[in-house]
């Protein structure tokens, strides 16, 4: 399992949230294939098969979204994956609705199913705000 460390509205590995495409791709050996998240995308993103990159209109990274196979850490205590019952112990100030779960500040999403989350995003200062 890939592990990864968040540093929130900074970075998130090796990627930056501001960085460039490029930037992005040189960091990775495995290439990657862009996709449209949905038709009001304004920009394509990038699969690498565990994780998702999300670009601006410029080419720059706002968001990251991760799925089964990695290991994220936020202050060196593992918010993905993660059972639905622990996310508001180790996120501190996220809020749950439905299915999903917000830190506005920290520019944490988590989707959740059947009582463990399915994906987490995390992203630039302001992402959801």
Do not use: Q
């Not at 996709?35 to 990038?46: E, G, L, P, W």
């Amino acid at each position: 399992m890939e592990k990864w460390e968040l540093i929130p509205n900074v970075s998130v590995g090796k990627i930056r949230f501001g960085m460039k495409r490029d930037e992005v791709h040189s960091l990775f050996e495995t290439k990657c294939t862009e996709f449209k998240k949905s038709k009001f995308s304004k920009n394509t993103a990038d699969n690498y098969g565990m994780f998702h990159v999300f670009y601006t209109p410029d080419n720059l990274v706002e968001a990251v979204e991760f799925f089964e196979g990695v290991e994220l850490k936020l202050n060196e205590k593992v918010i993905f994956p993660i059972n639905t019952k622990d996310i508001e112990s180790v996120i501190p100030g996220i809020e749950k609705e439905d299915n999903s779960f917000t830190h506005i500040e920290k520019s944490i999403g988590i989707e959740a199913e059947a009582n463990k989350a399915e994906s987490i995003l995390v992203g630039a200062k302001g992402y959801y705000g």
